[in-house]
């Protein structure tokens, strides 16, 4: 995820006048994961893999972690651009808030499984966070209608990604 990211600019948001703020550009990558993509140990077929090599390469680039709270203030005027002057400054967020966000998973194939919160936890360790606030956002599909869309709810098991 991070090495696509940083190829491509048009992963990240960048902004030069958002709501007739005109002060200085500024680029804030903004990472995604999905806790639930899980198909393997390595970096390519697991995200939560993923997760702590991209935050350990992003602690060794100098990047601080911005919580997306912050980056709406931002860009809404309400937090100074000026604060952002010389940060290097990364976005987390982790898509369809599934269990393995915060709970971690025994998978008979691949062992123990932690949870995107158990890693961004122990990130602190070694990644600053910039400002105070969660350390990742997770957006979910509230509708029932259309979360659960091609894909059978179990009462009681963690529900597997429609593939």
């Known amino acids: 995820m991070l090495k696509r990211c940083f190829r491509r600019s048009s992963r990240a948001l960048q902004a030069d006048s958002p709501m007739g703020n ?11 994961y999905h806790s639930g993509a899980i198909s393997g140990i390595s970096y390519e077929t697991n995200d939560h893999v993923a997760l702590e090599q ?16 912050d980056l709406v203030a931002i860009l809404q005027g309400k937090i100074p651009r000026k604060k952002l002057s010389g940060k290097r400054l990364v976005c987390i967020t982790c898509d369809d808030g599934r ?10 194939r691949w062992g123990t499984v932690p949870s ?9 360790k070694w990644l600053p966070q910039f400002l105070h606030g969660p350390r ?8 029932t209608k259309y979360r659960w869309r091609g894909r059978t709810p179990v009462p009681g098991k963690l529900s597997t990604p429609a593939r």
């Open 22 to 32: 005109t002060a200085a550009p500024f680029f804030i990558p903004v990472l995604c």
């Open 54 to 69: 991209d935050l350990k390469l992003l602690a060794r680039r100098g990047y601080q972690i911005l919580p997306a709270t």
């Open 99 to 108: 269990d393995l966000d915060y709970h971690e998973y025994n998978n008979d």
């Open 116 to 124: 995107f919160h158990a890693i961004l936890q122990r990130s602190k």
């Open 136 to 143: 990742a956002v997770s957006f979910v599909i509230a509708s």
